[in-house]
């Protein structure tokens, strides 16, 4: 982005009652364009919310980080560069660079690293909190010709790297990645002498915009996908099962069919990291099962479900797939070699990204797979991750096997051996309890998301509750599902949010959660801040289903009423209770 | 030099946004209150950046108007 374009973006009008984000920046340099360039960034990314940044002293990186209180801000954003660890690793001081100075120089950066660790771990534990280790190049005060890394320089680059790979594992904290800088903006180009000297502002303009940018997409990331669909023949193995039988297909070296073993890698890591996996095909269902048990596949047919393999149209097997994934088309993405059967899928759902798989171009497939990885890209992994797939298996023999509702569910269910675990207190660093609230769509009270600083705000008031469900049953488990934000006022409570995953559907969860909110409180009546959206239709239903009152607004719920209505629970319900 | 003077209005217009076209062509650092160092530094970087010049610093504080800036662009565009 150009300056003048970011003083565009920045002026651009917003609603009357835009929500604000506060964004304290800190570095230690004039912060000038960066500012500028931060503040249009995220704009961009978030066209109707408003940003505010402020600063704070030239000079004093740790004192700003020390002195970030969460009232003040809800994100923080340091900027570190080289003269922020010792003065005398920039250009502006002039306090020696003799080599008896050298390791005195590392001592300092080493003694400054940990005191910024500390305040940004402190800043942390209220506060989402992204950033920016050194960019620019070290000025030259070391004795070795550029060619050759000198002792100290690799010290301190180390003394970096283990501050940024420390920071990392906290999971409020987000390291800007240097190697993608690297790409959009080149080492050589970042560093501005004059504008450092005049104005004390380090950077050339196109490397203040791309730091700026990167920051932005960590604070505000878009969603990120949740499922692929893969083609089989010439996509996850070269060859043509039909033709080359199961040992004629390949995904070797010595085959010259070595990217699709590749891809088979890449899909088994994308599974393992809670993403869908699934296969679309047109071929002997037979055939493909014998495929599948070829031991050197470096995916199992475990981490692909479904696998809808016949003749028909591929978008009929999407359908299915989404069906029994249960989620829509744009969370989706779908990777055929054939361009026919692209525009196929492309034709019946607009909204799914559709890729080509480049069989023979070796660098359009490397791009395909970084542009894989950015669309499902994850910052935690959590234990939820890795059972999805499980759990959707086992949703669907459950549908399957309850076949409808009554009498036929009633003795599924009682026979499921079901037991509900609900966490009720406010656990702030419940990663899974804020993912589910800004990935679920279906079964979503109003369809409101919370950025990480407004989790954490609605969990600083006293009065507010985080309860938390999760699901086991003879099937397996689905780990943590549900979500409720609300109040307690006396014998009423109100709920402001509330979402359960799609996959825990049809098992009276959400009966149960009531059921033990309205007994274990003695509650009288809960009232729900709901909302229509598009896609909350279950949500609707469910609450249409416990109440005669027309959804309009908020909905309220008498026990009388829900008493009448609750059907037969067969869940055992564990509860742990944290004021 | 027509199509010089309208990207520098528009230079212009990006830091100085309330004033008209005909105010920015007689601004100058007396006339327009907002026109500050901070104002000056941006200003000039918008400059720099759409026209592709360095200014140097013995030049900046002479560049204290808009035919100052359209002067100084029109020099060293054209060098």
Not at chain 1, 199 to 222: C, K, M, T, W
Not at chain 1, 445 to 468: C, I, Q
Request: glycine share 6%.
């Amino acid at each position: 982005m150009k300056l003048i374009d970011a003083l565009a973006v920045i002026r651009r009008p917003l609603p009357e009652n835009a929500p604000l984000l506060r964004v304290s920046l800190a570095c230690g340099f004039t912060p000038l364009h960066l500012e500028t360039f931060l503040t249009a960034g995220l704009r961009e990314r978030s066209p109707v919310e408003r940003v505010e940044v402020t600063t704070g002293l030239f000079g004093d990186l740790a004192g700003n980080i020390e002195g970030i209180r969460s009232a003040d801000g809800d994100v923080l954003v340091a900027v570190i560069e080289w003269q922020d660890l010792d003065l005398r690793l920039g250009i502006r001081n002039l306090g020696g660079w003799r080599v008896a100075e050298l390791p005195d120089i590392v001592k300092s950066a080493h003694r400054m690293l940990a005191r910024l660790e500390k305040a940004i771990l402190t800043a942390a534990a209220s506060i989402p909190s992204y950033i920016s280790v050194p960019t620019l190049p070290l000025p030259p005060l070391f004795t070795t010709p550029s060619q050759q890394a000198s002792a100290y320089e690799l010290e301190l680059r180390q003394a970096v790297s283990s501050f940024a790979a420390s920071l990392a594992t906290h999971a409020r904290i987000r390291i800007l990645s240097a190697s993608h800088l690297d790409e959009i903006s080149p080492p050589a180009a970042r560093f501005d002498i004059q504008s450092e000297l005049s104005a004390g502002f380090p950077y050339q303009l196109s490397h203040a915009s791309a730091v700026a940018e990167l920051l932005a997409a960590l604070i505000r990331n878009p969603s990120a996908k949740k499922g692929l669909i893969t083609d089989l023949d010439e996509t996850l193995w070269s060859g043509i099962l039909g033709e080359n039988g199961v040992d004629g297909i390949s995904w070797h070296l010595d085959q010259q069919a070595h990217i699709h073993g590749l891809y088979q890698q890449f899909l088994a890591s994308l599974a393992s990291a809670g993403i869908l996996t699934a296969v679309a095909s047109k071929n002997d269902p037979a055939l493909v099962q014998q495929a599948f048990e070829r031991e050197d596949l470096l995916i199992d047919n475990q981490s692909l479900y479904p696998i809808d393999v016949h003749w028909g149209p591929k978008s009929e097997s999407v359908r299915r797939i989404l069906k029994t994934w249960n989620i829509a088309a744009d969370s989706v993405v779908f990777i055929d070699d054939s361009p026919m059967e692209l525009a196929e899928v492309t034709a019946v759902f607009p909204g799914m990204e559709c890729l080509a798989f480049p069989k023979t171009d070796y660098q359009a497939f490397w791009q395909m797979l970084r542009r894989l990885r950015d669309a499902f890209g994850k910052a935690i992994v959590s234990e939820e991750d890795s059972i999805r797939l499980d759990s959707i298996r086992a949703a669907s023999h459950l549908h399957h096997s309850s076949n409808g509702e009554g009498t036929s569910l009633d003795s599924f269910l009682q026979d499921a051996q079901a037991s509900v675990a609900i966490s009720f207190g406010k656990e702030k660093e419940d990663h899974r309890a804020f993912e589910l609230i800004n990935k679920t769509n279906q079964f979503n009270l109003n369809g409101k998301r919370l950025t990480e600083s407004s989790w954490m705000a609605y969990l600083n008031d006293p009065t507010t509750f985080l309860m938390t469900v999760s699901y086991e049953d003879k099937y397996g488990a689905l780990g943590k599902i549900a979500v409720l934000l609300g109040r307690m006022r006396g014998t009423a409570a109100i709920i402001n949010y509330w979402v359960m995953s799609c996959r825990a559907f049809s098992r009276r969860i959400e009966h149960q959660c009531l059921s033990w909110l309205f007994q274990n409180f003695d509650l009288q009546e809960i009232t729900f801040a709901y909302q229509p959206t598009d896609r909350n239709k279950p949500i609707q239903d469910f609450l249409a289903s416990i109440t005669t009152t027309p959804l309009t607004g908020d909905v309220r719920v008498l026990r009388i009423g829900f008493s009448g209505k609750c059907p037969s629970l067969f869940h055992q319900a564990k509860a742990t209770v944290n004021a | 030099m027509h199509n010089l003077e309208h990207r520098l209005v528009r230079c212009f217009s990006s830091v100085f946004p309330d004033l008209d076209e005909e105010q920015i062509r007689n601004a100058s650092i007396d006339s327009v209150p907002g026109w500050h160092s901070l104002a000056s530094v941006t200003l000039i970087s918008v400059v720099q950046e759409e026209f592709g010049v360095q200014v140097s610093l013995t030049d900046l504080p002479n560049l204290v108007s808009f035919s100052a800036v359209q002067n100084y662009v029109q020099h060293h565009v054209a060098s």
